[in-house]
């Protein structure tokens, strides 16, 4: 069972987002897609490309 204090460590920033009734498989879905725009439109200037080419699963392919 998960104690109180690391329930709240999860939920307590969910809370915070914008979008109330929004499922958190929605949201790692979005922030995924919106992950992969920026790898792929070079907005991550600051992370190696390796590592960015490690992440879009579409390079791998």
Known sequence: M???QETAGIESPE???PGKGISIND???HLANLLLEFIQN???KNIPN????????????
Not at 50 to 61: G, N, Y
């Open 42 to 44: 070079g907005k991550l």
């Open 27 to 29: 949201r790692v879905r």
């Open 50 to 61: 390796k590592k960015l080419q490690e992440m879009d699963s579409r390079d791998a392919a």
């Open 2 to 4: 998960i104690a109180n």
């Open 15 to 17: 809370s915070k987002l």
